[in-house]
């Protein structure tokens, strides 16, 4: 199979770092997409992993390792605006996490 | 101008009816794709075209029928709605296949269908 794993919730304050874990079986892996996905709109697109290490976008950061089937996304200096869902998917198949929904509060 | 665009945004019809959904991309793309959204927010694909051709075609009940008549338009046509049907339809393009190199997915703004 092709499982992909994340917490379903996570709440941390604003201004602070949060990081986001996300697991998968690596038979057939190629790379992994984060989206971010706001209440009643879109998901649109944050990060793209294929290589082992971390990947560095302003206050947003992902990181995979492919031989442990493990990726996280890295929020940095919290904003309300960051409550969302956050969604890592398998580029190989494109098929999505179950996304893990992020609070941030005051 | 919107790179994705789905209509309609939202549908509520009977059980039993016929309903389709329509998706157009302005970005070149070559790859279409049809995600299912469900009460508990989980994103299944559905379907995936590349130039018009059937790539990807989940476990989905075959009263769903996507159409592509061109690489910009990838429509979704459902038969015999069922109550578990209601769920948020998002329509997504990329550059590439799932596999190669994909490119990112640009999804549409979605179009919740709900049936009674």
């Known amino acids: 199979g092709q499982n992909i794993d994340q917490p379903t919730e996570m709440t941390a304050t604003e201004g602070a770092i949060v990081q986001i874990n996300c697991t998968y079986q690596?038979?057939?892996?190629?790379?992994l997409f984060w989206y971010q996905q706001h209440a009643g709109e879109a998901p649109t697109f944050l990060s793209y992993?294929?290589?082992?290490g971390l990947e560095e976008k302003g206050r947003f950061s992902s990181f995979l390792s492919r031989s442990k089937g493990y990726s996280y996304l890295l929020l940095k200096e919290l904003q309300m605006k960051d409550s969302a869902s956050y969604l890592c998917?398998?580029?190989?198949?494109?098929?999505f996490g179950t996304g893990t929904r992020l609070q941030v509060f005051p | 101008d919107t790179a994705v665009s789905q209509t309609p945004k939202y549908l509520v019809t009977q059980m039993g009816n016929d309903k389709s959904i329509k998706c157009e991309q302005n970005?070149?793309?070559?790859?279409m794709y049809w995600y299912k959204q469900d009460s508990k927010k989980f994103l299944k694909i559905m379907f995936s075209?590349?130039?018009?051709?059937?790539?990807i075609n989940e476990t989905v009940p075959n009263r769903f029928s996507p159409k592509s008549p061109d690489k910009a338009h990838l429509n979704l046509h459902i038969n015999s709605l069922e109550l578990g049907d209601s769920a948020v339809y998002f329509c997504?393009?990329?550059?590439?296949?799932?596999?190669?190199?994909?490119?990112?997915?640009?999804f549409g703004e979605g179009s919740r269908l709900t049936v009674l």
């Open positions: 997504a393009s990329s550059r590439g296949l799932a596999g190669g190199n994909t490119g990112e997915l640009f």
């Open positions: 690596t038979s057939g892996f190629n790379g």
């Open positions: 992993n294929v290589l082992d």
């Open positions: 970005l070149g793309h070559d790859t």
């Open positions: 998917a398998r580029t190989d198949k494109l098929i």
């Open positions: 075209y590349n130039n018009k051709e059937l790539i």
